[in-house]
């Protein structure tokens, strides 16, 4: 019996035996293949931290490493022990500091959870780090120093360079502090080799590198401006503040030079627009010297000589303290302004600027424009038939045109005349022939008390103060007017009395129009023609029209019929010649 029990065991085992050897031989290959898959997974997984910003990213990072892979236990556990050592390491490596040590970096994406902000001044005044670009739509960032209850920038090491998230600034063994962008350096403090042994963020916002000693700095950014002065700093002949560029790609810029501080705006030729010199809000202690340094404190500007004398100041305030850090801004608009930065989120604007006036610039306008304080832009009337009152003269020398000169509202100026030289002394009639002599004048400006002659061959806005009385004759040049032959073909016989081949003229200068929605309908070109409507003066706003209109309307701008651009622009003139649109 124990044989005949025994049988059917035997029987069981060996008919289940080939089924047992598949299944082993089965989850050795699947183990085999995760084992094969481990490192491929491993890696995916390494380089998607660089993915993870938030803890919804794990799980895209998972299904990219494993996809439908059974997941082994022995590469759930290695898995999870990845994601604790990157989860210390990312909070290690994000802990803010006071002091940097040669052989350290940082990325915005490391200290994306401090704002990217890695250095901290000692009172945590200021900060170091990666802020957000305005000037780019995309995630680029700056390399900044940052008041950190304002979030106010107040210096750059890329304002032109913007990185990205994941490029490092470096402070390298050899003691070189530089931003780093791929292959690039896009900035670098050219420190190496020079015995920095560490880099630290005053609480006066002053960014400094380091020697052995401390006792002055190998590299500081107070000695590289940007933007911005602080309280505390001192600017010095042969530094640069600069403007970030406006919507006209028009830069901005103090220097000192030649003894005196002053303001340039960046045309193709810099034009000078403020001097401290000049500025009569200046209390002087010593005449006769020249500005060396200018430093700025809690209330004051002071300008001083080579030697340290003190010169002259301009008060910004009466209620600064120590405890709180005057920034003063150049502006895209040009102006200089101060501000008060305090704790607490308060960035208070102070009512000084300078210059005075902000019609002393020459581009608080559009070229060619009246500034005039207190009303804003005008165009002046002689302009008036030209598109944005410019009668579009780019390089005259170059031109086979011919051009004459008119002659600007009473009392309008040009505040280059300030700071340039005159080319001559000479009566109205030597000076304006004078500019029509030189092909690259394009304005002139002659000063009636003195006799003194300027030329520009580009002028920014123009400007009229004091009730109109600069006391300059100003002229501009224009493209020459003609008559109304010289649009005719010479084979055509007309009578140039008829008034009718001056209301076609103008109709034609209507259709031709840059802006569809100014050219009429042609129910109204018909109207116009057969004289049932008066026909409005039109604008100028093509090489074209400006052609012929020169040509056609000499006799119209001398009797002073021109209508102007505030009655063509009017509603009244919209309703009576509304534009179809493109057709």
């Not at 380089?47 to 996809?67: H, P, R």
């Not at 082994?72 to 898995?79: D, F, P, V």
């Amino acid at each position: 019996m124990g044989t005949a029990a025994r049988q059917p065991v035997s029987r069981v085992q060996s008919t289940q035996l080939p089924n047992v050897n598949e299944g082993v031989q089965e989850s050795s290959r699947k183990l085999d293949l995760e084992l094969e898959l481990l490192p491929h997974q491993m890696t995916v997984i390494t380089g998607g931290w660089q993915k993870i910003t938030n803890w919804q990213d794990l799980s895209f990072v998972l299904m990219e490493a494993f996809g439908n892979h059974h997941l082994h236990r022995k590469c759930i556990i290695m898995w999870w022990m990845l994601v604790i050592a990157n989860l210390l390491m990312m909070c290690s490596s994000s802990t803010q500091k006071q002091v940097l040590l040669p052989g350290s970096s940082s990325s915005q994406m490391e200290y994306i959870d401090n704002n990217g902000i890695f250095l901290l001044s000692n009172g945590s005044t200021f900060g170091f780090g990666f802020v957000s670009s305005s000037a780019s739509y995309s995630m680029s960032y700056l390399l900044a120093v940052v008041h950190l209850a304002t979030t106010s920038v107040v210096w750059s090491a890329n304002v032109d360079s913007p990185v990205s998230h994941s490029d490092n600034f470096v402070f390298d063994k050899d003691g070189n502090a530089y931003l780093q962008s791929g292959d690039s350096t896009v900035w670098s403090a050219n420190t190496s080799s020079k015995g920095a042994t560490s880099m630290q963020l005053l609480d006066s916002g002053n960014l400094v590198v380091l020697g052995k000693d401390n006792s002055s700095p190998l590299w500081q950014s107070f000695s590289h401006p940007t933007d911005t002065l602080l309280s505390g700093q001192s600017f010095i002949d042969g530094m640069t503040l600069v403007s970030h560029s406006n919507t006209q790609n028009t830069t901005y810029t103090l220097q000192i030079k030649s003894g005196d501080m002053m303001l340039y705006t960046n045309l193709q030729t810099a034009q000078p627009y403020w001097s401290a010199l000049q500025d009569n809000r200046m209390i002087v202690n010593k005449n006769g010297n020249n500005i060396y340094s200018a430093n700025l404190s809690s209330r004051s500007w002071s300008f001083y000589d080579q030697s340290g004398l003190l010169l002259s100041q301009l008060i910004i305030t009466q209620q600064g303290d120590g405890n709180t850090t005057l920034a003063a801004v150049l502006g895209n608009d040009g102006l200089i302004t101060f501000y008060v930065l305090q704790s607490g989120n308060t960035k208070s604007t102070l009512p000084i600027t300078v210059p005075q006036d902000s019609c002393d610039m020459p581009a608080r306008c559009k070229p060619y424009s009246i500034c005039n304080s207190g009303t804003g832009c005008q165009c002046p009337s002689a302009l008036s038939s030209y598109a944005n009152c410019n009668p579009g003269i780019i390089s005259p020398c170059k031109s086979k045109d011919k051009f004459e000169l008119a002659q600007l509202d009473n009392g309008v100026g040009y505040v280059g005349t300030s700071f340039a030289s005159p080319v001559s002394k000479t009566n109205l009639t030597g000076c304006k022939n004078a500019c029509m002599g030189n092909c690259s004048c394009i304005a002139v400006f002659f000063e009636q008390t003195s006799g003194n002659c300027f030329f520009f061959s580009q002028i920014g806005s123009l400007q009229q103060k004091d009730g109109g009385t600069s006391g300059f004759a100003s002229f501009v040049k224009k493209l020459e007017e003609g008559e109304l032959r010289d649009i005719f073909d010479a084979k055509l016989k007309y009578n140039d009395k008829d008034e009718r081949l001056e209301i076609a003229i103008k109709v034609a200068l209507w259709c031709i129009q840059d802006d569809f929605y100014q050219r009429p309908s042609m129910s109204k070109v018909v109207q116009m023609l057969e004289g049932v409507c008066d026909v409005p003066q039109p604008p100028i706003s093509s090489q074209i029209g400006s052609r012929l209109y020169a040509n056609a309307f000499k006799s119209s701008s001398e009797e002073g019929t021109s209508s102007g651009m505030s009655d063509y622009n009017s509603d009244a003139l919209l309703s009576a010649v509304r534009l179809s649109g493109p057709r």
